[in-house]
């Protein structure tokens, strides 16, 4: 079944790049419930990681940080492109830091709220 279009849409923006945080966390805010958005929102999280890091090889080896820049541009499409089609895809390389990404702590502690268990 078809999440809705308001947790695709939400699911989706959670891969915009330099605002994947912001994107997930209001995410993860409006849409606790839903596990394809939590799926999205640690994906986002350890996405918006990858970026940090691609931030510091491009100031340091200006090329290989702008290879791995826009490879990044290209998987965060390819990911909010999957999101908003009602797909759960990740990476492998990515799934792994993505699974330990703590959104229930993080829930938890902007709501002051348990995380709502699915």
């Excluded at 209001?26 to 691609?54: D, Y």
């Excluded at 009602?86 to 390389?93: A, L, V």
Aim: aromatic share 18%; hydrophobic share 60%; proline share 6%.
């Amino acid at each position: 079944m078809l999440p809705e279009s308001k947790v695709r849409f939400g699911a989706a923006m959670c891969y915009l790049p330099f605002a994947s945080v912001v994107a997930g966390l209001i995410t993860l805010l409006k849409f606790p419930h839903q596990p394809f958005a939590i799926f999205h929102v640690r994906n986002a999280f350890a996405l918006f990681l990858v970026w940090f890091i691609s931030l510091i090889l491009l100031a340091l080896f200006i090329w290989v940080g702008l290879v791995f820049w826009l490879v990044l541009l290209v998987v965060s499409f390819k990911f909010a492109c999957s999101a908003w089609l009602g797909h759960e895809k990740s990476f492998p390389w990515l799934s792994g830091l993505a699974r330990m990404m703590p959104v229930e702590a993080i829930y938890s502690h902007l709501t002051g709220r348990d995380f709502p268990r699915h």
